[in-house]
């Protein structure tokens, strides 16, 4: 006999999407996976550093996040929800951090762990997409980059500046006679 969920269990599941589209909507970066092949060790370990960068991880049914994507402008996402899903989602402390702790799960040699597709900013991406965000380095890694180049042009200035006033203020050599 096919029975229709009751009014209660349909309400509670209105609700999770609802909740789940608005953690969606609110996240400037996510990531889909697919977590067959993972360890336990490495799933805690894994979980441990998503929620220490300020990622949310959770497993979602396919159906559920096909239904919370509607209307985000991140349909483009529903070709990836086949077999098991997980999703993380980053917000603007570092946006690459989903990224970047999933994939370096991803490539450890003899997992079946793999990234589905992801978004950043609106913008859905497919696997190789993220995997190439994911190579970037993080915030403080970019902010010390930054220093770095700042630090260099500045030095360049200043030797610049210090070759032309030695140039001005030398005595000018008198010709030999």
Known sequence: MNRLPSQKILTAKQAQMAELQEKIKGAVAGVVVDYR?????????MRAELREAGVEYSVV???MLRFAL?????EGLNSALEGTTALALAHAEDPMAAARILQKVADKPNTTFAVKAG?????VMNAAEVAAIASLPGREGMLS???GALT?????L???MQAYVDKVSAPEEEPAA
Do not use: C, H, R, Y
Not at 70 to 74: A, C, K, P, S, W
């Open 152 to 156: 260099s042009t500045l030095s360049g």
């Open 70 to 74: 509607e209307g985000t402008g991140l």
């Open 37 to 45: 092949g993972i360890t336990v060790a490495d799933d805690t370990k």
């Open 61 to 63: 049914k396919n159906t």
């Open 145 to 147: 980059m930054f220093a």
């Open 158 to 160: 200043a030797v610049a």
């Open 119 to 123: 978004f950043l900013e609106g913008q």
